[in-house]
């Protein structure tokens, strides 16, 4: 089977094992007669209960969801210094709101972001935040509704790997991250703005 | 002008075949509706009711004479032959096809001209006064900055995908001709009292459904830090302004439930890591910038000829109402309107766009100014050439000498034309124009700003209109709802509603109840705004709904 995950410019195999939440049953919030597409960030999601439930595979490399591995973090030391933990979250959660608790974020050898929605753009702000707020130095992986035209974003805010949503062409993919050459301001990239990378 | 170098060229031909590529697999069904939806919104395309629309940018509302003839060429290449300038500063098409919009942008980036980020949940184009640069109120021309705002902003990785639109105005005259009190971010320039150039920042303010005046963010940031400093207030944003409900999305609705201290202090916060960062603008950059503004060959010592067309009474009228001071002596800028009664408000037939390009070349250095009023500005005419000027325009139908009066509305395309529209809103404000065609009437009403929009999200900006009337929908039929009071500039106001709505068949006769309600109550040289707040809304309540049959 073809890959889904683009790291850098290529296409890799994913030697990561996603440990998703337990199901449990969600209320579905309407709003004037639509579905509510999106949590608020801070919200508390997933519940406590969810967390509880969550299950993982006792060895290999997983990476879990940050509420899952605070909950385990003590019986997960001697894994994580092996480098076989990753943590992911969604765009609605707050890293900021945990680093006291689970340390130097530098421990982990990927942080996954999950985006529910490919028009929910807190993931690029998400991506810059743990790059130069937290200082971020590893991997960082977008999955989810992840699509070639966020790709370019994702890209300038701070990530290196992708996950290409499944019913799509990973390798049609690719070519967003070269959509633009020269862009004109700094970001996690390329740091410097158009006008100090050269004499214009 | 700005023009283009390499990057900019580059980044804006690149963009065509994204769309392109885009565009084709949306074609070829790679794409969905919902995904494709905010790709083409990025990118000015609106599925309208009879056709797509395209909206191309005008960045801070400035035109080259060969921008805006290639801007009639399109108009009669892809489209029926007209464009109408928008409230942004804008120019859209609403007759293009979906298959030729790439042939479309592929046109304008010739001529250095895009439609990016002109719709859609991002930073959209960047307004500033018509009169920048060339106005005597003037304390630091705001397009230098407009322009380095104008490259951060464009494709900005970060604030792709808001939570909504993000529009920034930007002001550098006493007089604030740009609304930045009616912005998501506005910045108003000053010198401080280090003789350094300054910016007060205004945020969260906005017209739409919840209308609200900003509030002032930081009272002075110094101006290298203004890309930084909007970064921050758009991570917040970005971060926690609402995306569960559409119409609570706005940066204004955050800014409203935080207040305005505990929002400053999350932008603050985020400001810290990257304050002094690499998109710090230091002075070279600002001064590559600024050459492209420098001032035009003026002419010394002309000759004012003014005095020998005073028995020209419509000559004269024109003058007084469609020419502005200027910082030079011997020039004035010049505005053509764009609301001839019976023309729809802010639309320009392409004979009409060649004709001001020409006229632009011969009397103004070959550039255009559109301004948020939807009319078009020669900005540096020589004083002892208007009167030609003015023959030569009447020809084209520019001169109609309302500039600032009642009938030059500011009106959006409303419900013949745009499909989120409650109600229409051209013919409204074309039986007034038909109403008010008595030109010295008009000029004896006096200054007074009447805005319509067809729909509350404001695109005619009906709540800072002196009176302001807004389409509602009410059991399936258009009425339409009036506000008095409303004001833009320096002491922006929302208008308060007047009372129950009318029907599209009784609006000129209540227009015409509010200025006899006007005209019988104002004191010696009092405009209609003034008297609005000094006598309230109570006397025109009292005359408008005396007949019981009025309102609904």
């Known amino acids: ?28 919030r309407m709003q004037a007669g639509k579905v509510v597409a999106f949590k608020l960030s801070g919200e508390d999601y997933p519940s406590s209960e969810q967390v509880k439930k969550t299950i993982f595979p006792d060895t290999g490399k997983i990476l879990l969801p940050l509420k899952v591995f605070i909950l385990h973090q003590e019986k997960l030391k001697e894994r994580l210094v092996n480098g076989e933990i990753g943590i992911w979250f969604s765009t609605h959660e707050e890293i900021h709101k945990f680093t006291e608790t689970i340390g130097d974020l530098n421990n982990f050898p990927l942080i996954a972001i999950h985006v529910e929605k490919f028009a929910d753009g807190r993931i690029f702000s998400i991506g810059s935040q743990l790059r130069n707020k937290h200082n971020f130095k590893n991997e960082l992986r977008a999955f989810g509704d992840v699509l070639r035209d966020q790709i370019f974003f994702l890209k300038r805010s701070g990530f290196n790997s992708y996950l290409i949503r499944k019913d799509r062409d990973a390798k049609d993919a690719i070519k967003g991250l070269d959509d633009f050459s020269d862009p004109y301001q700094g970001a996690c990239d390329i740091l410097e703005p158009a006008w100090k990378r050269s004499k214009r | 002008m700005y023009k283009y170098d390499q990057i900019d060229q580059k980044i804006v031909n690149e963009r065509v075949d994204q769309y392109q590529s885009q565009l084709n697999r949306y074609l070829n069904k790679e794409l969905s509706d919902e995904e494709f939806r905010p790709l083409r919104l990025q990118n000015g395309l609106y599925i309208q009711r009879h056709a797509p629309m395209l909206r191309v940018a005008i960045p801070y509302g400035l035109l080259s004479s060969n921008q805006l003839y290639k801007l009639a060429d399109i108009a009669d290449k892809y489209d029926r ?14 007759w293009p096809k979906l298959e030729e919009t790439p042939n479309i942008l592929r046109e304008l980036a010739e001529v250095e001209m895009h439609a990016i980020q002109t719709s859609g949940n991002c930073i959209r ?10 106005t005597d109120d003037e304390i630091i021309d705001p397009r230098h900055i407009a322009e380095i705002i104008r490259q951060w902003s464009t494709f900005h990785p970060e604030f792709a995908l808001l939570p909504r639109k993000f529009k920034i105005a930007i002001t550098g005259s006493t007089k604030d001709r740009a609304l930045v009190q009616c912005h998501d971010i506005g910045l108003e320039f000053f010198t401080n009292t280090n003789n350094k150039m300054t910016i007060k920042v205004w945020v969260g303010g906005g017209l739409g459904r919840t209308p609200i005046i900003g509030s002032v963010i930081k009272n002075e940031l110094e101006w290298e830090h203004i890309l930084t400093y909007c970064e921050a207030i758009l991570r917040v944003y970005n971060l926690y302004g609402r995306r569960d409900n559409m119409y609570k999305a706005r940066i204004k609705i955050l800014v409203k439930s935080l207040g305005i201290e505990a929002f400053k202090k999350l932008v603050e916060d985020e400001w810290k890591y990257i304050k002094n960062g690499p998109n710090t603008i230091n002075t070279e950059e600002l001064s590559r910038i600024k050459k492209y503004f420098s001032e035009p060959d003026y002419k010394k010592d002309i000759k004012n000829n003014l005095k020998d067309y005073r028995s020209n009474k419509a000559f004269n009228q024109w003058l007084s109402r469609s020419t502005n001071t200027h910082k030079k002596k011997g020039y004035r800028a010049v505005t053509f309107s764009l609301k001839e009664t019976g023309c729809a408000p802010g639309d320009a037939s392409s004979t009409q766009m060649r004709a001001v390009s020409n006229l632009s070349d011969q009397y103004s250095f070959g550039e255009i100014r559109v301004s948020h009023e939807q009319n078009l500005i020669l900005a540096d005419v020589q004083e002892d050439k208007l009167y030609e000027l003015w023959v030569k325009a009447k020809e084209y139908h520019l001169v109609t000498p309302n500039i600032g009066l009642l009938t030059d509305i500011i009106c959006c395309p409303g419900g013949d034309f745009c499909s989120l529209a409650n109600a229409k809103s051209i013919p409204i404000a074309q039986s007034i124009q038909d109403l008010f065609n008595d030109m010295d009437y008009l000029h004896d009403i006096g200054d007074l700003n009447l805005n319509i929009s067809g729909c509350m999200n404001a695109c005619g900006h ?24 409303g004001n833009q500039g320096n002491f922006a106001s929302i208008g308060k509603v007047i009372g129950p709505s009318f029907s599209a068949e009784q609006m000129p006769l209540i227009i015409k109840k509010i200025i006899e309600v006007y005209l019988n109550n104002r004191q010696e040289e009092e405009i209609f705004i003034d008297c609005v707040s000094r006598i309230g809304l109570e006397p025109f309540k009292n005359y408008i709904y005396t007949d019981s049959e009025v309102g609904k």
């Open chain 2, 125 to 134: 184009n960047i307004t500033t006064d018509q009169f920048a640069g060339v």
């Open chain 1, 1 to 28: 089977m073809t890959s889904q995950l683009i790291k850098g410019k290529n296409i890799v195999k994913n030697d990561w094992v996603t440990s998703e939440l337990a199901k449990v049953e969600e209320i579905v």
């Open chain 2, 462 to 485: 009906h709540h800072v209109g002196h009176i302001g009337i807004l389409g509602v929908d009410k059991d399936g039929s258009e009425w339409y709802q009036v506000t008095l009071g």
């Open chain 2, 81 to 94: 032959g007209y464009g109408h300038f928008s409230t942004r500063q804008n120019i859209q098409f609403n």
